[in-house]
Structure formats: structure tokens, C-alpha cells
């Protein structure tokens, strides 16, 4: 299959070549034709698939093949996105495809000034890409106008919802035109978004490569047992030790990557923190400094990191492990993209034995337990230990997540109990490697 099949704009084709995207992933395949045809779309994918062309691609070459009505431009592609970063990358895409294209890419998302967006609403936008909270702003002071969308896109819906996105996203919903087409990508369907699916999409059509949840072969997944006090010091001899390139590490909370990243610091080891109270100027900057080179570590929390998409990252580090399961397989998605080799190391605490068994139960998957000579924890790692509120490590749960309980189809990896020296035997599907989709 080549991208000359699909029936995209050859204008696009041009960019796709100069890219060097040879072969569609099987996201595209699936998706790009159902698009192309009008039909709404539920899309099952995880970042590191492909998605983003995936959607992307068919809407430029629809928005190609109109044109727009006279007067100021308004937007006639929304994309809905959780995060800054995410928001910044999907602009990027469509910017990157539609460079033979005269049309406009715009971004909107909080912790910068209203004024330069408004500015750049002004000039006219063809593809607005935007958080759901900052657009509501924007809407509310009469700065945009959507009765011009043609095309919606939710994109990492689960995650939009996991940040308490649902009612902003209910009230845009229904500011946008009815005769519209909607697409809706997620990693996960949870109950809330089928039921968005039903009432805001028209007999949407379902596409899904590998299977929910489910892991590159690309990555090996090693848990070290050690003491949460003996954590940071693991994680020092680990940095040291090993002389990778760049490395991705996870902390729960904000103040927590902030003070593992002086203390690496103090190590001998440059790093960067990201997270939410971080500017966007800071943020980007420690991103550009990352992907560079600059800074060979990265220390992030969740929220922050989603959605990024680092080329080369051989490594994560989960310094704590997450409150949420799915966020396993959203932090160590960054590594192992595109059939590259990776590696997911995470350090756990015998309080964290709870947390962990979650992360095997939706994995169907055992880490391999190594205990690093010198690090070995005072008590052993049980599965069966209760998970603590605050997660045993000092992070929080983020409110109202609905995707913290462990899927109730996903069996266990092992009962609960010593967790015991295990070969890691995925049997998730590769992103590449995506099994065909069903179609509803
Ligand atoms: P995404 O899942 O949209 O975040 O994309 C993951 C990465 O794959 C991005 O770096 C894209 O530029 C890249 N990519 C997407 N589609 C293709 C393709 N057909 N061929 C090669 N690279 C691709």
C-alpha cells in the first residue's frame, strides 16, 4: 500500500515524499479512505502509531478542495487537543503536510497572552488547533467564531476527559455547526467516550490498530525493587552507570520533578524538569534543550510529557510509578517508537505493589524483577499491597480519572503475591504492527 492509493491531494503526496513517509502506518490505511468519504470516525490509537497523519491528511485534502467563503477566514478544521505540547506537535503536522498549501495553522492554549492569538485569529485561520479551556476563553470574549467548522477532531480524547475536559467539551460541542464531520481518536474507550461518540457522532465508523493498551514488542520492561527512600540514589547509579543518550524520567508531582532534577543536578548529571506550572516559554525551552541534546535528562509528570514526541529515546525511567495503569503505556510510549528498540526501567517500592499489579493486569504482563546489588528493599514487593491514596511514593491521583481502575477484561498477569523474577512476554501488538480494524 502506498500513500498514491489513498486519494490525497498531490500537493500533500509532494510533502509526504520530501518527508520520506513511504508507507502508510495501519492507522492511515484504515483511517485516511473513511475520512476522505465523509464519514465520522472513532479512531483506537496511541501516539507513536501514526495518528495525527492519519486524521490530518484527509482533512487538508478536503479543506484543498473547497474554498473558503469570502470575508475574514474562519476556521473550517478544529482540532481539540489536552495539552500545549500536543497542540504545538499537531500544528506542526498539519503545517509540515500542508506546506504546498496556502492554508492557515493557528494554535491556542493557555500560559501565553490572549492578545498574539487574537492577533493571529484575525489575520484568518484555516486549521485551529486548541485546548479546550483557552478556546472557551476566546469564544466567550467573541475573539473566534466556529460556525465554520466543517471538521472536528478529538484528539487523545480519553485523555482530555481524564483532565476534566468533558464539560468544556460538551459546551463547544454544541457551539459547532450540526452538519459537521467529527472524528475522535483515543488510546482507550472508556464508557464516558462511547457515550460522547453517541451523542455527537453520526454513525461513526471504527477503526483500531493494536490492541487497547497494549505495548510495542519494541520495548523490554524491567521493574528494580528498592526502598522509596533509596529511590533518588538508584537512580543517580543508574544515570551514571549507564551512558545513554537521553533519557526520559517520570516523578508524580510537579515539586517532585522540580527537586529530582536539582538534585541530579547536584549529581553531576544536567537536567530539565517539565511540568504544568511551568511557563510555556520554560517548557518548550526545555524541550528544545532535550531533543537538542543539550540536556541529556529530562524529568517529567505525566500531564506533561503527553503527547510528546522525542525521536531517539532509548530510555525511561519511571522514578514513581503512576496512579493510573494507562499512564504506564503512555510514559514508556515514547520510547520504542517506529520499531526502534527501547527500554522502560521503573523503580518500586513495596508500597507501590498495588500500583504495580495494576500496571501487569492491563499489560497482561510481568516486568522483570531485578534487584540492583546494594539496592535490595527492606521488605519484598507483594501485588496484593493496598494502593495508599497517594499512590505510597508522595503523588496524588488526579481528580475524577475514570481510568483508574484496572479494565475489568484485563486478566492478571499473576496472582496476587510475591511478584517473583519474570521473563516479559508481551502479547500487545506492535504500533506498527496493528492488526487490521473492525469497522462498526
Ligand atoms: P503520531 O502517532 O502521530 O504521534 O506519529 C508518530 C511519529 O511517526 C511522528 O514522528 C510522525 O512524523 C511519524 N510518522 C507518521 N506517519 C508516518 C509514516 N507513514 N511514515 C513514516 N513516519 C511516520
Given at each position: 500500500?502506498?500513500f498514491?492509493?489513498?486519494?490525497?491531494?498531490?500537493a500533500?503526496?509532494?510533502?509526504?515524499?520530501e518527508?520520506?513517509y513511504?508507507?502508510?502506518?495501519?492507522?492511515q490505511?484504515?483511517?485516511i479512505?473513511?475520512?476522505l468519504?465523509?464519514h465520522?470516525?472513532?479512531?483506537?490509537?496511541?501516539?507513536?502509531?501514526?495518528?495525527?497523519?492519519?486524521f490530518?491528511?484527509?482533512v487538508?485534502?478536503?479543506?484543498?478542495?473547497?474554498t473558503p467563503?469570502?470575508?475574514?477566514r474562519k476556521p473550517?478544521?478544529?482540532v481539540l487537543v489536552?495539552?500545549r505540547?500536543?497542540?504545538v506537535?499537531?500544528?506542526?503536522?498539519f503545517?509540515?503536510?500542508?506546506?504546498?498549501?496556502k492554508l492557515?495553522?493557528?494554535?491556542?492554549?493557555?500560559g501565553?497572552?490572549m492578545q498574539?492569538q487574537?492577533d493571529?485569529l484575525r489575520?484568518?485561520?484555516d486549521?485551529?488547533?486548541?485546548c479546550?479551556?483557552?478556546?472557551?476563553?476566546?469564544?466567550?470574549?467573541?475573539s473566534v467564531k466556529?460556525?465554520?467548522?466543517?471538521v472536528l477532531?478529538?484528539?487523545e480524547?480519553d485523555?482530555m476527559?481524564?483532565?476534566?475536559f468533558?464539560?468544556?467539551?460538551k459546551?463547544?460541542?454544541?457551539?459547532?455547526?450540526?452538519?459537521?464531520?467529527?472524528?475522535l481518536?483515543?488510546?482507550?474507550f472508556?464508557?464516558q467516550?462511547k457515550?460522547?461518540?453517541?451523542?455527537f457522532?453520526n454513525?461513526?465508523?471504527?477503526?483500531?490498530?493494536?490492541?487497547?493498551?497494549?505495548i510495542?514488542?519494541?520495548?523490554?520492561?524491567?521493574?528494580?525493587?528498592v526502598?522509596?527512600s533509596?529511590?533518588r540514589?538508584?537512580?543517580?547509579k543508574i544515570l551514571?552507570?549507564?551512558h545513554?543518550d537521553?533519557v526520559?524520567?517520570?516523578?508524580k508531582?510537579k515539586?517532585g520533578c522540580?527537586r529530582?532534577?536539582e538534585?541530579l543536578e547536584?549529581?553531576?548529571l544536567?537536567?530539565?524538569?517539565?511540568h504544568?506550572n511551568?511557563?510555556?516559554?520554560a517548557?518548550q525551552?526545555?524541550?528544545?534543550?532535550?531533543?537538542?541534546?543539550k540536556?541529556?535528562?529530562?524529568?517529567?509528570?505525566?500531564?506533561a510529557?503527553?503527547g510528546?514526541?522525542?525521536?531517539?529515546?532509548?530510555?525511561?525511567i519511571?522514578?514513581?510509578?503512576?496512579?493510573v495503569?494507562?499512564?504506564y503505556v503512555?510514559?514508556?510510549?515514547?520510547?520504542?517508537?517506529n520499531?526502534v528498540?527501547?527500554?522502560?526501567?521503573t523503580?518500586?517500592?513495596?508500597e507501590e505493589?498495588?500500583?504495580?499489579?495494576?500496571?501487569q493486569?492491563?499489560?497482561k504482563?510481568e516486568?522483570?524483577?531485578?534487584?540492583?546489588?546494594?539496592?535490595a528493599?527492606?521488605?519484598p514487593?507483594?501485588l496484593?499491597?493496598?494502593i495508599?491514596k497517594?499512590?505510597?511514593?508522595?503523588?496524588?491521583?488526579?481528580?475524577g480519572?475514570?481510568?483508574?481502575?484496572?479494565?475489568?477484561?484485563a486478566?492478571?498477569?499473576a496472582?496476587?503475591g510475591h511478584?517473583g523474577p519474570k521473563q516479559?512476554r508481551?502479547?500487545?501488538?506492535?504500533?506498527?504492527?496493528?492488526?487490521?480494524?473492525?469497522?462498526?
Amino acid at each position: 500500500m502506498s500513500f498514491e492509493t489513498l486519494g490525497l491531494a498531490p500537493a500533500l503526496l509532494r510533502a509526504l515524499a520530501e518527508n520520506n513517509y513511504i508507507t502508510p502506518t495501519p492507522i492511515q490505511a484504515e483511517a485516511i479512505p473513511l475520512v476522505l468519504a465523509g464519514h465520522d470516525v472513532l479512531g483506537g490509537a496511541q501516539t507513536g502509531t501514526g495518528k495525527t497523519a492519519a486524521f490530518a491528511l484527509p482533512v487538508l485534502t478536503r479543506l484543498s478542495k473547497t474554498t473558503p467563503p469570502a470575508g475574514p477566514r474562519k476556521p473550517r478544521a478544529l482540532v481539540l487537543v489536552p495539552t500545549r505540547e500536543l497542540a504545538v506537535q499537531v500544528a506542526e503536522s498539519f503545517k509540515t503536510y500542508g506546506r504546498h498549501l496556502k492554508l492557515n495553522v493557528t494554535t491556542l492554549f493557555g500560559g501565553v497572552g490572549m492578545q498574539p492569538q487574537i492577533d493571529q485569529l484575525r489575520r484568518g485561520v484555516d486549521v485551529l488547533v486548541a485546548c479546550p479551556g483557552r478556546l472557551i476563553d476566546h469564544l466567550d470574549r467573541g475573539s473566534v467564531k466556529l460556525d465554520g467548522v466543517e471538521v472536528l477532531i478529538l484528539d487523545e480524547a480519553d485523555r482530555m476527559l481524564d483532565m476534566g475536559f468533558l464539560p468544556a467539551i460538551k459546551r463547544l460541542l454544541n457551539r459547532l455547526p450540526k452538519q459537521r464531520q467529527t472524528l475522535l481518536f483515543s488510546a482507550t474507550f472508556e464508557a464516558q467516550i462511547k457515550q460522547l461518540a453517541l451523542e455527537f457522532m453520526n454513525n461513526p465508523q471504527q477503526v483500531q490498530v493494536a490492541t487497547q493498551n497494549m505495548i510495542a514488542q519494541t520495548i523490554t520492561h524491567t521493574a528494580h525493587p528498592v526502598d522509596g527512600s533509596r529511590k533518588r540514589d538508584l537512580l543517580i547509579k543508574i544515570l551514571s552507570d549507564r551512558h545513554t543518550d537521553r533519557v526520559l524520567v517520570f516523578g508524580k508531582t510537579k515539586h517532585g520533578c522540580n527537586r529530582l532534577a536539582e538534585q541530579l543536578e547536584e549529581a553531576g548529571l544536567p537536567a530539565v524538569a517539565i511540568h504544568g506550572n511551568k511557563s510555556q516559554a520554560a517548557r518548550q525551552k526545555a524541550l528544545r534543550d532535550f531533543k537538542s541534546g543539550k540536556a541529556r535528562i529530562m524529568v517529567a509528570t505525566d500531564v506533561a510529557a503527553r503527547g510528546l514526541d522525542i525521536p531517539d529515546l532509548p530510555l525511561v525511567i519511571n522514578h514513581d510509578l503512576p496512579m493510573v495503569a494507562e499512564d504506564y503505556v503512555h510514559r514508556i510510549g515514547r520510547t520504542g517508537r517506529n520499531g526502534v528498540q527501547g527500554e522502560a526501567l521503573t523503580l518500586v517500592s513495596p508500597e507501590e505493589g498495588g500500583l504495580l499489579r495494576q500496571i501487569q493486569r492491563l499489560l497482561k504482563v510481568e516486568l522483570v524483577m531485578d534487584v540492583v546489588p546494594g539496592f535490595a528493599p527492606s521488605k519484598p514487593i507483594r501485588l496484593d499491597t493496598p494502593i495508599p491514596k497517594n499512590g505510597g511514593g508522595g503523588g496524588q491521583r488526579s481528580p475524577g480519572r475514570p481510568g483508574a481502575a484496572p479494565r475489568p477484561h484485563a486478566r492478571p498477569a499473576a496472582r496476587p503475591g510475591h511478584a517473583g523474577p519474570k521473563q516479559h512476554r508481551p502479547t500487545g501488538q506492535g504500533a506498527y504492527a496493528g492488526k487490521r480494524g473492525s469497522r462498526a
